[in-house]
């Protein structure tokens, strides 16, 4: 026989070894995204009928890059027809400026945008204190689009992780200069690990900082920094997720500590658009972290 003091405190500790275990079995990608970007081509031919298929899939979210000569009010329509939602938007440098940058938040808000994301500075990048030069105008853009109820964030490639001339990595700069409510990144899990560096240490140090993510996979590691300034993303032997050799469930089992809540799935340059997202869709379904 045993007292009921001992009797609930085994009891307590049952339950709370339960509730771990089914947090350890249940924690898993609830609403898949992906990047359109990806089968763009499809979208120039079939806007509509692409939607169709990607939704067929089982994806649930999207994030655009473009939209393919529609109307923010055609986009919004056909993104509801099937049942989707788009909570995020590639827009390119140029659309920041203070003269173009309302109209781009105004589109977001028809549509239904929480995030506007800036994915690649041009030649900006080549001029002296770009990464601070960009900062400044993220920090600008971030401070409108939140008056408006949406979040504006900076998606890297791998040259954000190229030491400059100083030693500092331009990433780096990025997240000191950029005010942490203003402007949260959307991270490439591929290329942060092209250029060689860890997630998982970027999320310890700006926890909270990562609201976005990228998911593609890659098969090998090419050399970095790259002679000739070699385009990666035309050379990066890239594929679809959980066929390469980053190791998501240790990375996104960091979640809760980057602060994510949308995972979009992307390969820049697929042989098969399609199979290449069903392939990336059907692993993440079954990713347990």
Not at 8 to 32: C, D, N, P, V, Y
Not at 147 to 171: R, S, T, V
Request: glycine content about 8%; some cysteine; hydrophobic content about 40%.
């Amino acid at each position: 026989m045993i007292d009921r003091r001992t009797f609930l405190g085994t009891m307590t500790a049952g339950a709370i070894l339960s509730r771990r275990l089914a947090w350890a079995q249940e924690h898993k990608i609830e609403k898949i995204g992906v990047q359109l970007y990806t089968v763009r081509d499809d979208m120039k031919t079939d806007f509509d009928g692409t939607l169709a298929k990607v939704a067929a899939i089982g994806y649930k979210e999207l994030e655009f890059a473009g939209y393919f000569g529609r109307s923010p009010k055609e986009v919004r329509a056909a993104v509801l027809r099937h049942g989707l939602v788009a909570p995020s938007t590639h827009i390119d440098y140029p659309s920041l400026a203070p003269d173009k940058f309302p109209e781009v938040v105004d589109a977001a808000i028809i549509i239904g945008h929480k995030y506007i994301v800036n994915p690649w500075i041009g030649d900006l990048r080549k001029e002296p204190d770009a990464w601070k030069k960009a900062s400044e105008t993220f920090n600008r853009a971030g401070e409108y689009s939140q008056k408006h109820g949406i979040q504006f964030a900076y998606h890297n490639h791998w040259f954000e992780f190229e030491p400059m001339p100083d030693g500092k990595l331009p990433y780096d700069v990025l997240l000191a200069e950029c005010d942490p409510q203003l402007v949260k990144m959307e991270m490439d899990i591929c290329w942060i690990t092209v250029g060689r560096q860890d997630p998982l240490k970027y999320f310890a140090k700006y926890p909270g900082r990562f609201p976005l993510v990228h998911l593609k996979d890659v098969k090998t590691l090419p050399p970095f920094p790259a002679e000739g300034g070699q385009n990666f993303g035309d050379t990066v032997d890239l594929a679809p997720v959980g066929s390469g050799i980053i190791d998501w469930k240790k990375v996104l089992a960091k979640s809760d500590e980057a602060g994510i809540k949308h995972y979009f799935v992307e390969h820049d340059k697929p042989a098969d658009p399609f199979a290449s997202i069903t392939s990336s869709y059907e692993y993440l379904k079954n990713l347990r972290f």
